[in-house]
């Protein structure tokens, strides 16, 4: 069963980046994986997701400023944030999918990691 793990998540100032990586426990070049985030009191948002051949999709909130990449060789998926605002604050998960973004989710929410935009 396919187990993964957030990490890169940080206090940082509005305008600022940060990457944040998604640890696959076994080979992703089978999986599409999605990340999503959750805001204090809201429900899961799903903002961007990248296939097994590497078709990426986008949220409208951060379209032209996040950009998802894969490394199947190091079973990680990238989502690499720039000009970051307040409202990107929350934590950010990532779950995967069989081969396409279409599919449904698989698995369960892991433990996430925070990202926090504020001056």
């Known amino acids: 069963q396919l187990q993964l793990v957030e990490s890169g998540g940080d206090l940082v100032q509005p305008g600022g980046s940060l990457r944040l990586s998604c640890i696959g426990s076994?080979?992703?070049?089978?999986?599409?994986i999605g990340w999503f985030r959750q805001a204090p009191g809201m429900e899961h948002e799903e903002i961007s997701c990248?296939?097994?051949?590497?078709?990426?999709v986008y949220s409208d909130s951060v379209k032209g400023r996040f950009t998802i990449s894969r490394d199947n060789a190091k079973n990680t998926v990238y989502l690499q944030m720039n000009n970051l605002k307040p409202e990107d604050t929350g934590v950010y998960y990532c779950?995967?999918?069989?081969?396409?973004?279409?599919?449904?989710?698989?698995?369960?929410w892991g433990q996430g990691t925070q990202v926090t935009v504020s001056s």
């Open positions: 779950r995967g999918r069989d081969k396409y973004c279409s599919e449904p989710l698989l698995g369960s």
């Open positions: 990248i296939s097994i051949i590497s078709k990426t």
């Open positions: 076994a080979y992703l070049d089978y999986y599409a």
